[in-house]
């Protein structure tokens, strides 16, 4: 197989911009691609289905009200209903479908919809319709319109888009944000009508803009940079911290900048922080947990859902590791296997000990090569075995390193007894898990190789021990 052109080399971290990937033959689909859910199929084998045509549909045990739909990603014929292991770990019922015939989209042309005289009510129906997945938490994911549904009138006042990826070796927001910022801000003004014109919060990362800015100032005299040379100018490197004037926005809008020099800089806690510093109005000054934090990806997923009606189908994913020649950030199929996007960056070079899908810091270990795409993948790295730390877990010899590192101050070890059955946490304890952020922080440091972030989390979905 050819390789994908404008595709870096991995050394010093080169991608620059989003490529389309190679359509896979046979595409697998998984049906359910949220963390909660119960979703119903309307296809059977030899059925004949088109690109966007929806293939599951939520039932009505579903615990979300407006639950995503599934699509098929490609044109072609039914094979099967089969069982695979999503890259999660879970074995979900799955379609396969032979890539034959038509696209709907693919390579058309798109006509803009006005999505501004749509209410509230008809554009959750939208984004639900079209199978748009909030992956601000890819450990979590979750229907974006269930997600705008459950929250409460009080916390409708701010929405907030990450401009970069939480996870530090993940660059798949932060090449986005770059690239297609005007999608991402139409999205932003789309969800924010959902909301009943929530102020916008967009967070960027702070150090990138002041490099940009500082390579901008060392051009030779009188040379224009290359984005004043198209006549063209970047909107996220002329973002200031004080509120700006975007044209067409429905609700106020801040820039803030983030440093995420320092771990953890990407979760719900940090960014609160960093609102809190830089903005004092109203509505900023209102912003909580409960409010919807939304990534660069979702966004754009909204902005392709209610301007040109295209349903969620495509993924963009960071593909790295030294088991593969180069890297690329690829617009691919949902459904297209993590062996397939390997070959399209060259092939395994050398045995894979690891697909890790979603970063080296958050993400989690891939059970198989086979495993599809998700609508919550952003990431995908092969590792050798010299990149993989021991994984067998021993006692706990209580050094206390989990608490020093915790950006929480928790006491994580504590947790991990009470939730692993050994000794029973006070109460002020179980109810701090829902302080943690899931940083992972408490695992990378364990001399034991304990999975203490996954045990307070599981603590933290159930109020109590498991």
């Known amino acids: 197989m050819k390789m994908i052109p404008v595709i870096h080399t991995n050394e010093g971290n080169l991608v620059k911009r989003a490529v389309n990937g190679f359509l896979q033959p046979v595409v697998t689909i998984p049906l359910l691609h949220e963390t909660y859910g ?40 039914v094979e099967d209903i089969v069982s695979c292991v999503s890259p999660n770990g879970r074995e979900e019922r799955a379609v396969r479908i032979r890539l034959t015939g038509r696209f709907s989209y693919l390579g058309k042309k798109r006509f803009s919809e006005n999505w501004r005289s749509l209410p509230p009510s008809e554009i959750i129906r939208k984004i639900a319709d079209s199978g748009v997945i909030n992956t601000f938490d890819t450990a979590e ?94 909107p996220i490197e002329n973002a200031d911290r004080s509120f700006m004037n975007v044209e067409g926005a429905p609700a106020p809008i801040c820039f803030v900048p983030v440093d995420i020099t320092e771990y953890p800089a990407g979760f719900r806690n940090e960014i609160i922080d960093a609102v809190k510093k830089s ?14 934090f939304a990534d660069a990806a979702s966004m754009i997923a909204v902005n392709n859902a209610l301007c040109f009606g295209v349903p969620s189908v495509e993924q963009y994913v960071h593909v790295s590791g030294e088991c593969i020649p180069a890297e690329a950030l690829m617009k ?44 919550y993948v952003k990431s995908v790295s092969f590792l050798s075995a010299r990149r993989i730390p021991d994984r067998n877990e021993q006692p706990c010899v209580r050094c206390g390193e989990c608490r020093l590192v915790c950006p929480r101050h928790l006491s994580p070890d504590i947790l991990y007894r009470h939730a692993s059955g050994g000794a029973e946490a006070q109460k002020e304890y179980i109810d701090s898990a829902v302080l943690c952020s899931g940083c992972g922080l408490c695992n990378s440091v364990c001399p034991s190789r304990l999975s203490i972030s996954q045990a307070i989390t599981r603590m933290r979905h159930a109020g109590e021990s498991l």
């Open 141 to 234: 994911p979750v229907s974006l319109a269930s997600q705008i549904e459950d929250t409460e009138m009080k916390e409708r006042n701010v929405l907030v888009v990450r401009l970069y990826d939480d996870d530090p070796k993940r660059i798949t927001d932060s090449v986005l944000s770059k690239s297609f910022f005007d999608d991402i801000k139409t999205g932003a003004f789309i969800v924010s009508r959902a909301l009943g014109g929530a102020g916008i919060v967009f967070a960027y990362d702070a150090e990138n803009m002041q490099k940009s800015a500082s390579a901008g100032k060392k051009g030779k005299p009188g040379e224009k940079s290359p984005a004043q040379s198209d006549g063209k100018t970047d």
């Open 279 to 292: 903005a004092k109005e109203k509505p900023f000054n209102k912003i909580s947990a409960g409010c919807v």
């Open 38 to 77: 119960d979703l119903v199929c309307l296809v059977h084998p030899g059925d004949r289905v088109r690109e966007g045509e929806t293939i599951a549909v939520p039932s009505s045990s579903h615990p979300l009200r407006s639950g995503a739909k599934v699509h098929s990603s490609v044109p072609g014929i």
């Open 332 to 375: 691919v199929r949902v459904g297209t296997t993590m062996r397939y996007l390997a070959e399209q960056c060259g092939g395994l070079k050398r045995s894979s000990a690891a697909v890790v899908v979603n970063g080296l810091m958050l993400g989690s270990f891939c059970a198989s090569l086979d495993a599809p795409v998700t609508k």
